[in-house]
């Protein structure tokens, strides 16, 4: 699979990609074609690469919540970064997710447009909120997080955390059940429309209490955090 915008394709690396990846970038760029960035891997680069192989093989169904999704600029044919993500999504639909992008392309909207492309992907896997961290002096990644549509949720002198979210679908049970709440008491009003007036009544309730149950269900955790 693959995001693909006007200028930018997102790939994630299959198992195999990304265990070359840990022995070389030259060898994976080879491998896919693309044009040598003449970057290679530091020691502590390699570790983390490393760890999200070996978490790859054990868990091969989620290996897109463990590998890297690198992005392409199509009009180089060259890998400007990737984004990972810290696994898959616990229960309160959250996943953390990881950059590392080429400081000389964080400014570009074209960026931008391919990162929310790929939270698209994400919120269509049952995710409501996607997290990420940087370095408080890390103005670039700062200012990429904030027009990507995160905002900044919590900052102390060792990292910058912030959140986007995903409209909850429980607030479809609520403004549904409003709308029936008000039709009741709208059919109540008149006595030939009393039984009528009783259903919308009726279904109002259950949707109030699974719209309770459902954000009970999601947001408890996260309180607690």
């Known amino acids: 699979m693959k995001i693909e915008t006007k200028d930018?394709?997102?790939?994630?690396?299959?198992?195999?990609?990304?265990?070359?990846?840990?022995e070389s970038q030259s060898k994976l760029e080879?491998?896919?074609?693309?044009?040598?960035?003449?970057v290679e891997l530091d020691d502590y680069q390699r570790e983390i690469y490393q760890g999200r192989y070996e978490l790859c093989k054990e868990y091969p169904r989620d290996y897109?919540?463990?590998?890297?999704?690198h992005i392409i600029l199509k009009s180089e044919n060259k890998s400007i970064g990737c984004v990972s993500f810290c696994g898959p999504i616990n229960d309160c639909h959250e996943v953390?997710?990881?950059?590392?992008?080429?400081?000389a392309y964080e400014k570009n909207d074209y960026l931008v447009k391919a990162l929310k492309r790929l939270w698209q992907w994400v919120f269509s896997k049952?995710?409501?909120?996607?997290?990420?961290?940087?370095l408080p002096a890390n103005q670039g990644l700062r200012a990429l997080f904030v027009k990507?549509?995160?905002?900044?949720?919590?900052?102390?002198?060792?990292?910058?955390?912030?959140?986007?979210?995903?409209?909850?679908?429980?607030?479809?049970?609520?403004?549904?059940?409003?709308?029936?709440?008000?039709?009741?008491i709208a059919c109540n009003i008149f006595k030939e429309f009393k039984f009528l007036g009783m259903a919308f009544l009726t279904e109002t309730m259950i949707?109030?209490?699974?719209?309770?149950?459902w954000y009970r269900k999601i947001y408890k955790n996260r309180i607690r955090k």
């Open 96 to 103: 953390e997710v990881t950059y590392e992008i080429d400081k």
């Open 64 to 69: 897109l919540w463990y590998t890297n999704w």
């Open 148 to 184: 990507s549509g995160f905002s900044r949720l919590r900052e102390n002198k060792d990292y910058v955390l912030f959140e986007l979210g995903k409209p909850p679908g429980g607030m479809y049970f609520i403004s549904t059940s409003i709308f029936y709440l008000i039709n009741a």
């Open 30 to 38: 080879e491998k896919l074609n693309l044009t040598p960035s003449k």
């Open 126 to 134: 049952k995710v409501y909120y996607i997290q990420t961290q940087t």
């Open 8 to 22: 930018i394709c997102i790939i994630p690396l299959e198992v195999e990609q990304l265990g070359l990846l840990c």
């Open 207 to 213: 949707l109030l209490i699974v719209s309770y149950l």
